[in-house]
């Protein structure tokens, strides 16, 4: 049995094993354009994943950090996939918690989670940004708090 299983970023190794998994949240991307999202390891530090002790892909995250005037420096996250069978909560908590540590090296203080995967190959490439009003999940690491919200609006501290 299974139960252990490393979170780090996408290798080159991976990108084959990684495919599967994103053609499951987004079937409209081909082999070839994941090849070029991933063909450097720059490209390949915008994904993190799940390796189980064989290897197998059981989680993938796309995440990039965005800066918008109303909204500050955030990352987004278009992709949050897990696909285990054995501790789905274990991968996807410890997914969270790499995106988060990533998050504070890069100087965000809030994670966007995307609604829903973007609408074309080329809108993922490009690293674009959900447009306004699209809805999310807005999971603020100052006070690991999430509420789900319009982009660029916040709760006013009193």
């Not at 252990?4 to 081909?30: H, T």
């Amino acid at each position: 049995m299974l139960t252990k299983w490393e979170i780090g970023f996408l290798g080159a190794g991976d990108v084959a094993r990684a495919f599967p998994m994103l053609q499951i949240v987004a079937p409209e991307l081909d082999f070839d354009t994941w090849k070029r999202l991933t063909a450097t390891e720059v490209l390949r530090r915008k994904w993190a994943v799940a390796r189980d002790e064989r290897g197998y892909i059981r989680g993938l995250v796309r995440m990039h950090t965005v800066e918008r005037a109303n909204a500050g420096r955030f990352l987004d996250v278009p992709i949050f996939a897990t696909i285990t069978l054995l501790d789905q909560d274990g991968v996807s908590r410890d997914l969270l918690n790499f995106a988060k540590a990533f998050a504070w090296e890069e100087g965000c203080d809030a994670i966007r989670f995307r609604n829903s995967v973007p609408a074309t190959p080329e809108q993922l490439e490009s690293d674009s940004v959900a447009p306004e009003g699209s809805g999310g999940v807005l999971y603020d690491l100052r006070t690991d708090r999430q509420w789900p919200e319009p982009y660029g609006t916040r709760p006013v501290k009193t």
